[in-house]
């Protein structure tokens, strides 16, 4: 019995956070609160369950079990951040592609840039001053919105340098559109040859989990043995959990340096 009430004191936790990241997404908060603000919310229920026992034992559980949680969202919330980027520099490099495209089968520049804008609106503003004979790298600058659109900045310099040196702009964005579809590429492989680091990483601190659910099922009580044991044993898992935690953090924190290098 006490370990489903743990457990489902985790689960409670980890649902806290996530229907506060909705709201918060909901409301569009400009700024996101300080992380201990987050890790409190997330902590509160397992925290209340420590409090209703008060054993030394089962609040080293509590603190291990609060680690694991927030664990659990930073890395959902990553994860979440990662894929929006990710989807955002495919839509650029499509930008890109489709804009070089346009200008190789004759459209002049403002007619390519207003087709493109069909499909991207974010540029809409990039095609309004090519109409207007404006300045459309420094459109396109003020086009970005955040990560994932490092691909306008580039489309910027190049149209920057077709304007100023004379050269074509069909050959400068074919160039460009090139060096993108090798990025995208490149970042396609990356992501793949990482992926199954993070799942081993994942799945190896689930593992404990797993083992003392397994226990459960086998009519067991193993977080009861836990916690009726000596403090040290509690210890020793609390500890467990959190080098748990802070090698999956390590591994996410790799493989988001070699996905952005």
Do not use: Y
């Not at 489903?4 to 229907?19: E, L, Q």
């Not at 409301?27 to 409190?40: A, I, M, N, T």
């Not at 609106?121 to 490092?150: E, F, I, K, N, Y």
């Not at 990025?183 to 689930?206: F, K, S």
């Amino acid at each position: 019995m006490t370990t489903m009430a743990i457990v489902s004191a985790v689960c409670a936790s980890g649902a806290v956070w996530c229907r506060f990241s909705a709201l918060r997404a909901r409301v569009q908060r400009p700024e996101p609160p300080p992380p201990g603000v987050l890790v409190l919310l997330a902590g509160a229920p397992a925290t209340l369950a420590v409090a209703i026992v008060m054993t030394p034992a089962l609040a080293l559980l509590g603190v291990g079990s609060a680690a694991v949680v927030a664990t659990a969202a930073l890395r959902w919330r990553k994860n979440r951040q990662r894929a929006r980027r990710q989807a955002r520099a495919g839509q650029v490099t499509e930008l890109i592609l489709v804009l070089a495209a346009s200008l190789r089968a004759g459209l002049p520049a403002p007619a390519a840039l207003g087709h493109a804008a069909e499909d991207e609106p974010v540029v809409r503003s990039a095609a309004t001053a090519a109409q207007r004979a404006a300045d459309v790298p420094q459109a396109l600058r003020a086009a970005r919105r955040g990560p994932g659109d490092d691909g306008l900045e580039r489309l910027a310099i190049a149209w920057q340098v077709a304007d100023r040196t004379g050269a074509p702009l069909a050959g400068v964005l074919d160039r460009l559109s090139e060096v993108e579809r090798q990025e995208r590429d490149l970042r396609r492989e990356v992501a793949a040859g990482i992926a199954p680091a993070r799942a081993t990483a994942a799945l190896m601190a689930l593992l404990p989990v797993f083992g003392l659910l397994l226990g459960s099922g086998f009519g067991g009580d193993p977080l009861w043995v836990v916690i009726t044991a000596h403090p040290v044993v509690a210890f020793s898992v609390a500890v467990g959990a959190g080098l748990a935690c802070m090698g999956v953090l390590w591994i996410d924190r790799i493989a988001d340096g070699a996905e952005t290098s």
